[in-house]
């Protein structure tokens, strides 16, 4: 498949618990473009030395640390928009940052990566994360699950899909 040059450069996001396939889904889609670039909001967050807190529980601090990473991201993808690329955030999401994100890019397309819990803990499992982590994953999903219809993105169940599938729909969405 050719790679597209759009006229106009898009920005999206791409969100989901741990294990979801963000990150990969992500550098999958990117390539589809001739100019594209991946904004990954954890390496923003690990950016942070001294002082770094891990994003649960929630505390004032998290927030603040979680803000200031969509807000780097922001200003990132920004520079990269204004020479012609466009990017894909990869980011964990809920509300406050969504809207943040929408706040300064008011045509950002926002996709849910929400595959089956027994999908993200297979995952897990394969990939030897640690327990906390896992736990951490069963609690996102349920919060993304519950919120997943109340909030301004569009949800991709790639349960079943392999990474070029889900990053093939989302692309065809883009360019709609």
Same mark, same amino acid.
């Given at each position: ?29 990117? =390539?589809? /473009? ?26 004032? $601090? ?17 520079? @990269?928009?204004?020479?012609? /690329? ?18 300064? /890019?008011?045509?950002?397309?926002? @996709? ?11 995952? @897990? ?6 327990? =906390?982590?896992?736990?951490?994953? $069963?609690?996102?999903? $349920?919060? /993304? ?18 990474? $070029? ?7 065809? =969405?883009?360019?709609?």
């Amino acid at each position: 498949m050719d790679k597209i040059n759009l006229e106009n450069p898009i920005v999206c996001l791409i969100t989901g618990p741990a294990g979801a396939g963000k990150s990969t889904v992500s550098r999958s889609l990117a =390539e589809k /473009f001739e100019k594209s670039a991946v904004v990954n909001v954890d390496s923003l967050r690990n950016s942070i030395i001294g002082g770094r807190v891990k994003p649960w529980p929630h505390s004032e $601090e998290v927030d603040r640390q979680m803000a200031l990473a969509a807000k780097n991201a922001c200003l990132l993808a920004n520079n @990269f928009l204004d020479s012609g /690329f466009s990017v894909i955030i990869d980011d964990v999401i809920g509300k406050k940052l969504l809207n943040q994100y929408k706040d300064f /890019f008011p045509n950002i397309k926002i @996709f849910l990566l929400l595959p089956s819990v027994d999908t993200l803990l297979s995952r @897990f499992d394969n990939r030897g994360d640690d327990a =906390e982590l896992r736990k951490r994953t $069963e609690d996102l999903h $349920e919060k /993304f699950t519950s919120r997943k219809d109340e909030l301004d993105w569009q949800v991709v169940d790639s349960s079943n899909q392999t990474v $070029e599938d889900t990053a093939d729909q989302i692309f065809i =969405e883009l360019i709609k």
